[in-house]
C-alpha cells in the first residue's frame, strides 16, 4: 500500500493555488511552512505504577490572521508529520471561515481506548505542562480533535490555569458548558457540513432534500452530520465505524446514530431492518466508500478516498466532513470524473467558527443562547460557501483550489501587511 505524507498533499494543493495567484517562491514561502513546530516526551505515571513515555507534537503554521488555532488528536498513528499537514489546512480553514485565527495542530501518538480515566487525565495535564510556553488565549488555542473531548479540553484548561495563576478559559475551546464552553459547539462541526452542502447544492441548482447519503465514521461529527442530513430529508442509505457498515436503501434512523454515537455504541449493534446488511471492519468502510449514494459524507480520517478507489465512487457530491479524507491522486480522478468535492476546510469549518464564538464569549464574558450560536454558524458556513462558489467561477477551478485560492491571498496579504 502507497503511503501518503499528508504535507506533501498540502503542498501540491497549494502551489497550483500559488500558480492562479502568480506568487513568487518568497511568498510562497512565508505561506506553506510552519513557523514552529514543537516534539514533547511525555513521563506518565500508570495505573500499575510504572512511568510510560509519549510523543507529543504541537505544530503552530501561521500567525499572520491571529493567534494559532486548531485541535489536538490522539490517536496511536498521530506523528509529526501528520500534524503538521493538519496545522496547515487549520491556517487555510480559518481564512476560508473569515475568522481572526492562523493556524496550529496538536497531537499525542497514542491509542486512548488503552488508557484508564486517571492515566488520561494525567497524560492531558503533562501535555498541558510541555507547551505551555507556546500557547495562551492570545498566542495559540487548542480545541478538540480526533479522539479528544471536552472533558480533556477541561483538564488542559485547568493546568493551564494552574501554571498560569488565573482561571483562563479562552486558552482552549470545547469546553464543557459549565467551565466556559459554548452552547452548540458540539454539534458544530456536524451540522456546519450539512448546511455547508446544502448551501452548495442550491448554487448548483440542486435541492438536498431525498437525496442518498452515505456516512463514513459515526463519531461526533460524522452522526451529527447523518442526524440533521436525515432532518433535511435525506435518506441516509448506510453508515460505519471501526466495527464495519450498515447499508439500508430504505435508510437508517439519523437520530439513532447520533444517540449511538453518544452511548459509545458500535454499529455492529445497529437494530437493522429487514433489507439491511452489516459489513464488518475495512471491507465495510471501503464498500461505503463506493456504495450506491447521492452523498458521499467521509468523516473518519485522512487518506480514505485514494487512487485505487476513487474511480469507483458513485456519488456526485463528496462532501469532506474529515480533515483531508482524498488524496491529491484521487482529488484529480474525482474532478476528471465530474464528481463535485466540498473540500474539509469548507465543509467541516463550522467546528471551529463556533470555537470563535467560545473564545469570544470567554475574552467578553458575555454568552449567548443556542439559537443565536447556531443563526451566526449558518450565516458564516453560507457566506463562506457562497463565496468559494463565486471564486470557482471567476477562476473556472474545482471547489478545493477555489477555497485554496481565498486563503492563500488572504494570508499572504496579512502576511505582507505585517512586513514578514
Ligand atoms: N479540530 C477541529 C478542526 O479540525 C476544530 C478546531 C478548533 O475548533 O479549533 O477544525
Known sequence: MKVYDPFENFLTTFNKAADYLGLGKDERDRVAYPERQVEVSLRVRMDDGSV??????RVQHNSARGPYKGGIRYHEKADINEVRALSAWMSIKCAVADIPYGGGKGGI????????????????????????????PYTDIPAPDVNTNGKIMGWFCDEYSK???????????????SIGGSLGREEATGLGVVIAAKTMLSNFGVEIKGKKVAVQGNGNVGSVASKYFAKEGCVIVAASDISGAVFDESGLDGELLRKMAVERKLLSEYPLGKGGKFVPGKDGNQALITCDTDILVPAALENQIDAENAGDVKAKYVIEAANGPTTAEADEILEKRGVIVVPDILANCGGVVVSYFEWSQNLNRYYFSEEEINERLAHKMKAAVNNVYGICKKYDCSLRMGAYITAVSKINEAAKMLGR
Open 109 to 136: 501518538k497514542v491509542d486512548p481506548s488503552k488508557l484508564s480515566e486517571g492515566e488520561l487525565e494525567r497524560l492531558t495535564r503533562a501535555y498541558a505542562d510541555a507547551i505551555y510556553p507556546v500557547v495562551g
Open 52 to 57: 510510560k513515555t509519549f510523543e507529543g507534537y
Open 163 to 177: 501554571l498560569n495563576h488565573s482561571f483562563t478559559p479562552a486558552v482552549v475551546t470545547g469546553k464543557p458548558i
